[in-house]
């Protein structure tokens, strides 16, 4: 069994719960997935996914329980983009895997792809205090840790390259005065009305 989330309005809960929550009514998209068709309810992986209706007042998140063989992940931006690209949801359909064969962090925001209904013994409300504690904050945060990890194996400066190009594009933005010594590489940033200073050193990548 897998754990995924999923916001319904807050007066549907006690429904849901008790009676579950019918694919034919609930399902929002429609996946090929070995050459069949499939309606399913797109759920998320991590409840903060959707920071927004994490937050909402009038939504309520509900944990799903579901045979893994239900399950199949794929990276929701592919999918806004694709809205408007269509070579873009080609590369979203491609991306479409059974949960059992995803690692968490190799999307940027994944949404579970639930293909069938969920009977109501299998969805609680979820307890953000007392629940299960989810493993890593949101996806995204876990996604962009991983592309720096692996960067740093071709880059090892990639630390200095990303903090010298934020503060020459804080300087440009005329937020911070940059002081630079030639031939030497480390260089100064003043925050003249916070009364801060940072120092970067030059990277010898430059775009």
């Known amino acids: 069994m897998v754990e995924v989330y999923y916001y319904i ?4 809960v ?4 008790e009676c579950g929550l019918k694919l034919s009514e609930y ?3 429609e996946i090929i997935i070995e050459n069949t068709k ?3 309810i797109s759920a998320l992986l991590n409840p903060k996914d959707d920071i927004e209706k994490y937050k909402s007042e009038s939504l309520r ?3 799903l329980e579901l045979p893994s063989e239900y399950c199949f992940v794929a990276d929701r ?3 806004e983009i694709g809205l408007n ?3 873009v949801m080609e590369l979203y359909f491609d991306s479409i895997m059974p949960i059992a064969n995803y690692t968490f962090g190799l999307y940027r925001l994944p949404e579970c792809l639930v293909t069938s209904t969920v009977i109501g013994e299998h969805i609680s409300l979820l307890n953000k205090r007392l629940d299960s504690p989810v493993l890593f904050d949101n996806s995204e945060e876990l996604y962009i840790n991983n592309v720096i990890e692996n960067l740093k194996e071709d880059y090892p400066n990639i630390n200095d390259v990303m903090l010298y190009y934020f503060y020459c594009n804080l300087e440009k933005q005329g937020e911070l005065e ?3 010594d030639e031939g030497n590489k480390a260089v100064v940033f003043l925050d003249k009305k916070a009364g801060k200073t940072f120092i970067a050193k030059k990277p010898d990548i430059c775009f």
């Open 61 to 63: 998140c509900v944990k």
């Open 85 to 87: 690209h269509s070579e």
């Open 38 to 40: 499939m309606k399913c």
């Open 27 to 29: 399902f929002d998209k």
């Open 14 to 17: 006690e429904n849901a719960v």
């Open 9 to 12: 309005p807050k007066e549907e």
């Open 178 to 180: 940059r002081i630079e």
């Open 77 to 79: 931006y592919l999918y």
